[in-house]
């Protein structure tokens, strides 16, 4: 798949690799994770790693029967039955005329007896091509010089419902379509008359060239609204993953922060109009599920006089209505199709769940290291199905360590604690005295609303003030907003010489560090500069 490009306003130097390649998806990228790369600039920014969200797909059974119902999926594999031992065709390999209504007849697309609608049998030639296509029928010719099809070896595995043969044809069967839609939709319209072709052959080798371009005009567009409609399911909530068609064609078309102008407007609705077809063919693979525009509109447009079908527009309109403009939600077979076709391109497209396949510190290792992971979904996997005493203290003894990801670790450590609640108590009653842990235990126990719990000593107390300051250094990537809400939390009385003559001496790697920070960007000119004075301290002492 092509890139996904969305209309933006420029990228400046100081913005990460994520924001620059995706700004439609700022309020996402915080679900990222951490360690988004900064500083690039312009001429690094088209080198830069494009971040596609982790997904959560089902296993390989469910997807083989989901593959399995798609109708037309289907159709190919009965055709494939019927034509054995061996089935008479023409000598493109298609159905021969006597076989055409009797196959429509074995798919249920026209009645057992009477006649048989043209539409049912050309129906049936398309299922018939797609089994031809996917090689679940061969075509050959025997020593009489008869055409002949015989069924394919991966008939059998694929009625069987084997998932590597099952998933490997449908993924095949949706690269043909996906190919076919582009193709459809790039087509020119013929005038009445067109068609002669010129003297000297330049109009037919200019009209090649028009063709050419609108198809890849047509495939990159297509590719971009899956993309688009792969994040979008990604981080929709269960239930709510239908985007209505102008939804994603705005996502596509307006730059980000800006409202929609009459002009971009009209290119939402000329986007609109583009993807409709071929979205449509796409639903009949199961690869999405789609409700087209209805075609009233264009009539109700055209009675009304504009000169073009106006699909979009600032009126709110209710539910049903908003819904005859066209509605599409990704599969889950969807999904999974769009995520093997961005690994053929190489790119990053993890599944939720990859990095909880080990133990407690491999875990928060690699949640620490991926710059693309939803970490939180990630500890939800890991915990799932384990005794919450003992995942706590698997969790605690992994958070500990002074090295650059420590911080974090305990961070998502504490995270960890909350999905398991109360029952972990006694784990986290263990660490209390732990100069590293104790700090965060006991803050944790306070919110769990437990009383007899000890106030940390005044050591303790400022070490968990650096390591949760840095923490969210690592975490936010230095983001100054996010930061600042931090800062503004700080405990500095009318004393801040005093307050960070105490925090400079504190014993962690990440002390000048965040005392740089806090001169960097408090609000308070006085609170800033002796945050400087105790970050150069620090620095010193080091």
């Not at 690699?366 to 939800?380: D, G, Q």
Request: charged letters at 30%.
């Amino acid at each position: 798949m092509a890139g996904r490009r969305r209309k933006n306003a420029g990228a400046s130097a100081g913005e990460s690799a994520a924001e620059a390649v995706l700004p439609a998806d700022l309020e996402l990228q915080d679900l990222y994770g951490a360690f988004a790369a900064h500083g690039l600039d312009d001429e690094d920014l088209d080198d830069a790693a494009v971040l596609v969200p982790p997904v959560r797909l089902p296993g390989e059974e469910e997807l083989t029967a989901q593959a399995k119902a798609v109708p037309m999926f289907g159709y190919a594999l009965a055709l494939a039955r019927w034509a054995a031992p061996h089935r008479a065709v023409d000598e493109f390999g298609d159905l021969v005329e006597e076989d055409r209504a009797p196959a429509a007849r074995l798919l249920g697309l026209a009645p057992a007896e009477g006649e048989v609608p043209e539409e049912a049998e050309i129906e049936a030639m398309r299922a018939w091509s797609l089994a031809c296509d996917l090689d679940l029928v061969e075509i050959g010719t025997t020593a009489a010089g008869e055409h002949v099809a015989v069924p394919g070896p991966d008939l059998e595995p694929a009625e069987q419902g084997d998932p590597e043969t099952v998933l490997e044809l449908w993924l095949t069967a949706a690269g043909i379509v996906r190919e076919l839609a582009v193709e459809a939709d790039s087509l020119p319209e013929e005038e009445p008359g067109e068609g002669a072709s010129d003297e000297e052959g330049e109009e037919d080798e200019d009209g090649l060239n028009e063709v050419e371009e609108a198809r890849d005009a047509a495939a990159e567009l297509l590719d971009e609204a899956l993309q688009v409609l792969y994040e979008t399911t990604a981080f929709a909530d269960p239930g709510q993953e239908t985007v209505p068609l102008g939804v994603l064609a705005a996502l596509l078309v307006v730059p980000e922060g800006e409202e929609p102008s009459e002009e971009l407007l009209g290119d939402i609705t000329d986007v609109m109009v583009s993807l409709d077809p071929m979205l449509g063919d796409l639903a009949e693979l199961g690869l999405l599920e789609y409700r087209p525009i209805d075609p009233e509109l264009f009539d109700e447009e055209e009675g009304a006089g504009d000169e073009a079908p106006a699909l979009v527009g600032e009126a709110p309109l209710d539910e049903e209505e908003s819904a005859r403009f066209g509605l599409v939600r990704l599969t889950p077979l969807g999904q999974y199709g769009i995520r093997q076709w961005l690994l053929e391109d190489g790119y990053d497209a993890p599944l939720v769940g990859e990095l909880a396949q080990g133990d407690a510190a491999e875990l928060l290792r690699a949640v620490c290291e991926s710059a693309n992971v939803l970490p939180e979904e990630e500890l939800r996997v890991w915990i799932t199905g384990r005794e919450p005493v003992a995942a706590a203290r698997e969790l605690l003894a992994a958070a500990r360590g002074g090295d650059a990801y420590g911080p974090m670790r305990r961070m998502l450590c504490v995270t960890a604690l909350d999905m398991l609640g109360a029952p972990a108590e006694p784990a986290v009653r263990d660490v209390l005295d732990d100069p590293e842990l104790g700090g965060a235990g006991r803050a944790w126990l306070t919110s769990l609303g437990a009383a007899d719990v000890p106030a940390p000593e005044r050591s303790m107390a400022l070490w968990v003030v650096v390591d949760t300051f840095a923490a969210q250094l690592l975490d936010s990537g230095g983001d100054a907003g996010q930061l600042r809400e931090l800062i503004a939390d700080l405990p500095v009385t009318g004393d801040p010489a005093s307050y960070f003559g105490e925090l400079w001496r504190v014993d962690h790697p990440y002390t000048a560090d965040v005392l740089e920070a806090v001169g960097e960007l408090h609000l308070d000119r006085a609170v800033a500069k002796e945050a400087r004075k105790a970050a150069f301290k620090a620095r010193s002492r080091g």
